[in-house]
C-alpha cells in the first residue's frame, strides 16, 4: 500500500491516517504537584521543597533559566571555596640552611639602605644568582613556592632585628625610673658592634669588623637615644626600624650620594657616640678596615 505524503508548513503529513495534536496540561497547579513528588522521591528538607514549589511556579521558561544560572554561578562559588588549598612547599634543607647563613650577612652588609625592605629583596636577588644554593628556576616560577620562602627570609630578618635592637638597648646601661635615665656603665661602639654580630649571626660567627659596620650601628643607637628622650620609660616604639631607614634616607638625599659627605656624616654620629657612650681611642679606630664588607665578599 503506497502513502502519499504532502508537506503542509515545513511538516510531511499523511492525509488517509489522522494525527491528533494535544496541547501538554501545563496549569500552574500540576506543576506544583510535580515539584511535591519530586520532593517526596529526592527526600528534601521542609524548606527545599518550598523552593523547588517556587520555583514550578515562575511563569516562564525564560524565568526558569535565569533562575536555573543563578544557582549554578552559586554552586561555582560553592566549589571554589572548598577547593582544597595548594600543597605546602617545603623549602629544601640546603636552601633554608643557605637562607639562615646569607640574612646574617646581608644584614650586617653595610652597603645596604635600610632594615625593612632592602635586606629581603637584597636576599632573594642574591639567591637567584647563584642558582645552585636551591632557588632553581622552577621554584621561582612557583607562586606557592615563593610565598614560603618569602615569609622565611621575612622571618629571618625579623629576628635579626630583635636580637640587634636588644643589644642597642642594653648597652645604655639600667634604667632607672625615678631619674627617667640610663645608669650604670654604658658600653662604647667597638663592643657594641661586637655584642650585635653576635647577637645576629651567633657565638660561632666570625666576621671582620669595619669601621663602616661601626659608624652604622652608631647611627642605629643614635636613633635609639633620640627615640628614648621621647618616650621617657627606657624603651622605643615599635617603628624603630623605620626611623633608622629614614635616617639613612636622609643622609643620602642631603649629601646627594656623595661618599665623601655621606662619610663625614656618620663621622659625626661616630664622633657624638663615643663622647657620650664610652670611649674608643682614635688609634684604635684607625686600625679597622676602612671600606664595608659587602655580602658578596663575605666568606661562605
Known amino acids: 500500500m503506497s502513502v502519499s505524503l504532502k508537506k503542509r508548513k515545513g511538516l510531511f503529513v499523511c492525509p488517509s491516517i489522522p494525527v491528533r495534536f494535544t496541547q501538554p496540561d501545563d496549569r500552574p497547579q500540576d506543576f506544583v ?6 520532593a517526596r522521591t529526592l527526600t528534601l528538607t521542609a524548606a527545599e521543597s518550598e523552593e523547588l514549589q517556587r520555583t514550578a511556579q515562575l511563569p516562564t521558561l525564560n524565568h526558569f533559566l535565569i533562575w536555573l544560572a543563578g544557582r549554578m554561578i552559586r554552586m561555582e562559588t560553592k566549589i571554589d571555596a572548598v577547593q582544597p588549598p595548594d600543597i605546602q612547599f617545603i623549602i629544601p634543607s640546603g636552601l633554608s640552611a643557605k637562607i639562615e647563613e646569607k640574612s ?7 652597603t645596604i639602605g635600610g632594615y625593612k625592605t632592602r635586606p629581603k629583596d637584597k636576599l632573594i636577588s642574591l639567591l637567584k644568582s647563584n642558582r645552585s644554593w636551591g632557588l632553581t628556576r622552577q621554584v621561582e616560577e612557583s607562586t606557592n613556592a615563593m610565598k614560603t620562602i618569602g615569609k622565611k627570609i621575612n622571618q629571618r630578618f625579623t629576628h ?3 636580637d640587634a635592637k636588644d643589644k642597642i638597648a642594653a648597652s645604655f646601661g639600667s634604667w632607672d625610673d625615678d631619674s627617667k635615665t640610663f645608669t650604670g656603665p ?15 649571626g651567633g657565638k660561632s660567627f666570625s666576621m671582620e669588623i669595619t669601621l663602616p659596620l661601626v659608624t652604622r650601628v652608631a647611627l642605629m643607637r643614635y636613633v635609639y637615644d633620640r627615640q628614648l628622650k621621647k618616650t621617657l620609660n627606657g624603651k622605643v616604639a615599635s617603628d624603630f626600624w623605620d626611623l633608622v631607614d629614614t635616617k639613612l634616607k636622609k643622609i643620602r638625599e642631603e649629601k646627594g650620594s656623595d661618599k665623601a659627605k655621606i662619610s663625614e656624616a656618620f663621622g659625626k654620629l661616630l664622633k657624638a657616640d663615643r663622647k657620650t657612650w664610652g670611649t674608643i681611642t682614635a688609634e684604635e679606630l684607625q686600625q679597622l678596615p676602612l671600606t664595608a664588607i659587602t655580602v658578596d665578599e663575605m666568606e661562605g
Open 160 to 162: 635579626h632585628r630583635n
Open 104 to 110: 646574617v650577612r646581608v644584614f650586617l652588609d653595610t
Open 186 to 200: 654604658s658600653k662604647n661602639i667597638y663592643d657594641l658592634t661586637k655584642d650585635v654580630m653576635t647577637a645576629v
Open 33 to 38: 504537584q510535580f515539584s511535591l513528588y519530586i
